[in-house]
């Protein structure tokens, strides 16, 4: 029955599908960027499309395919792997070895139908119109859509709400739609007066000029849900710097609950060498004055492609309740007066300390944690 659903809707976009004779300006940075063609002409073949940039193109991507520029093996200039051709609806990285232009002619499609599967879909964003997520997401994707990675930038979807630092679609972008179920998936039509992406059709994807890492088309995403700092939580744009290898990265700055913290994985192009390897673990730090201060993780630290962790930090150790750099009998006090009502923890900090197994509840059994730690 999904399939039927799913051909009736690629036949219906298809069918009012707008397609017209256009030109598109991409311009590549320097490694990786993670795009889409809504314009392509007749011949779609990578070998047409980049052959005024192919000294400059290392390799295109997506989901199960990649081709390599085998120019420096070949005289031919010949492609190499299993992706020949784009298409509207994939989303692609594009590495290259210097920041280029090029100039893409053809017809514009924006047909809008997908069929997304359980896992990582990497899908493009058809429209000339940038759109919210709430305003282009189906109510209907929601129950199977649990988190956008886009470059960079993630979304994650909890209970109908959208976090992160992913806001909006944009054109000529593509964009990791990480869902648990088969999923037929069309966006929603842009609405009127939303913003338009027309002009001088350059597709801007420049690196932030501040950024001490570079962009790798692996990615994994940590979702902090809570911060804290010497019993306060971490204010507003205090810069959080993730590291592999005594490696930065990824970094960004803290907006509050579910920022998420994306870190780059070493994906063989060169300028990710040392960053995160497969269940490698990560570690977090803080900018406090210029000053790199190291930050415990309470969840799942290990780096995954692909994949999302929602974590909170914090600079003392779970099970320090007073703060003190030192977990003693004094912390258990703190908490038997706090579960025996004699003197509640009030600060945040201190409640989160006070639960060591992260179950929410503050009881005995946190005390006999803090117990197993004294005497280790």
């Known amino acids: 029955m999904i399939r039927y659903i799913y051909i009736i809707l690629i036949l219906m976009n298809l069918i009012l599908a707008d397609d017209v004779v256009d030109n598109k300006i991409y311009y590549f940075p320097s490694g990786a960027s993670l795009v889409s063609f809504n314009t392509l002409p007749d011949d779609a073949t990578i070998d047409n499309i980049f052959s005024p940039i192919e000294d400059k193109i290392i390799a295109i991507i997506t989901s199960g395919e990649i081709s390599y520029n ?11 792997g299993n992706l020949t051709e784009l298409n509207n609806n994939s989303g692609y990285w594009v590495i290259t070895s210097d920041a280029t232009l090029i100039n893409i002619e053809g017809m514009t499609n924006q047909s809008n139908g997908y069929y997304l599967l359980p896992g990582s879909n990497l899908i493009s964003y058809p429209f000339e119109n940038t759109q919210t997520l709430e305003e282009a997401l189906p109510f209907y994707i929601y129950d199977n859509l649990s988190a956008i990675i886009g470059q960079d930038e993630a979304a994650l979807i909890n209970n109908n709400q959208v976090f992160g630092s992913l806001t909006h679609f944009e054109p000529n ?8 179920g088969i999923l037929p998936f069309a966006y929603n039509n842009p609405i ?3 913003s338009s992406w027309h002009g001088n059709n350059i597709n801007t994807l420049e690196e932030e000029a501040n950024n001490s890492y570079s962009q790798s088309t692996l990615q994994s995403v940590f979702f902090i849900e809570k911060a804290f700092y010497n019993g306060m939580e971490i204010t507003n744009n205090d810069k959080l710097v993730v590291n592999c290898n005594n490696t930065i990265v990824g970094e960004k700055n803290w907006f509050g609950e579910m920022t998420d913290l994306i870190a780059m994985g070493n994906d063989g192009f060169g300028t990710t060498e040392n960053y995160c390897e497969e269940l490698q673990n990560i570690s977090i730090s803080i900018n406090k004055d210029d000053t790199l201060e ?16 929602i974590i909170s930090i914090s600079n003392i150790e779970l099970g320090d309740i ?14 038997i007066d706090h579960i025996i009502d004699n003197n509640l ?4 900090h201190q409640l989160f300390l006070s639960d060591i197994n992260t179950d ?4 005995i059994t946190d005390i006999v944690f803090i117990l197993d730690s004294i005497i280790e």
């Open 294 to 309: 190291d930050m415990h993780i309470v969840g799942n630290s290990e780096w995954e492609s692909n994949n999302i962790s």
């Open 360 to 363: 929410g509840n503050i009881n």
């Open 70 to 80: 085998g120019s420096d093996a070949n005289a031919n200039n010949s492609w190499v």
């Open 173 to 180: 972008k593509g964009y990791w739609f990480l869902t648990t």
């Open 322 to 335: 007073n703060l003190n750099g030192t977990i003693n009998v004094t912390d258990i006090v703190i908490m």
């Open 345 to 348: 923890i009030t600060n945040s």
């Open 192 to 194: 009127e007066g939303s």
